[in-house]
Structures are given as C-alpha cells and as structure tokens.
Nanobody
Framework: QLVESGGGLVQPGGSLRLSCAGS????????VGWFRQAPGKEREGVSYISSGSGSGDSADSVKGRFTISRDIAANVVYLQMNNLVVEDTATYYC?????????????????WGQGTQVTVSS
C-alpha cells in the first residue's frame, strides 16, 4: 500500500514536500515514481527514483524545481517542490514499479497511492 501526504494550497513561488509512505513492502526494492494529473489532462510522469542506487530523473517541466529523494529507514519517498507555479496544480500520485527501474510511463507501475491535491494559487 502507498499513502501520499503533504499536498495543500500554496502561493506561486512557494514550496511543498510530498511524502509517499510504503507499507507491506520496502520502497527501496522498487522503482518509485511521482505522477500528476490536472483536470481534463492526461496523467504525467514528474519524477522517478530507481531501486538500489537510487538514480532517477525528472521531467523537463519540473527539472531544477522538483527533487525526488528517499529515506530507506522510514520507507518513504519524498518529492520536494520549490518555486511552484500555477501550472503545477494537480492531483499528485506516487506509484511503485516492481521491476525496480522506475520510468515516466504510468503503465509500468504496479502499485498506486490514492493521490494528494496540490493547488498553486494567489
């Protein structure tokens, strides 16, 4: 099971940190990705981190502003979001990929959280 938290309302230029807590399995054995979906738009891959070495990538739209990381002991993956813009408004989901690779493709993921809402507005 995956549970996201940390969403909320923030002004443009602000920051939020999302958390993805795993239960029943170790997140560091899986690739973990963050996705977002705005109303009327397709689900978009934001960032992912691979198992093992913890290498990963972020989408061009968030690169330099969002950082994915993990706390192995706590079994949590984070998404630090800085310099938020209105276009970042969406429901954010984390997902786990049993292959361990991690990718921007949602179809590769096996376990999904319920999502957390992020609203960027003045």
């Amino acid at each position: 099971q995956l549970v996201e938290s940390g969403g909320g309302l923030v002004q443009p230029g602000g920051s939020l940190r999302l958390s993805c807590a795993g239960s029943g399995f170790r997140l560091d054995y899986y690739g973990v990705g963050w996705f977002r979906q705005a109303p009327g738009k397709e689900r978009e891959g934001v960032s992912y981190i691979s198992s093992g070495s913890g290498s990963g990538d972020s989408a061009d739209s968030v690169k330099g502003r969002f950082t994915i990381s993990r706390d192995i002991a706590a079994n949590v993956v984070y998404l630090q979001m800085n310099n938020l813009v209105v276009e970042d408004t969406a429901t954010y989901y984390c997902a786990a990929d049993a292959s361990g690779w991690g990718t921007f493709g949602a179809a590769e993921y096996d376990i999904w959280g319920q999502g957390t809402q992020v609203t960027v507005s003045s």
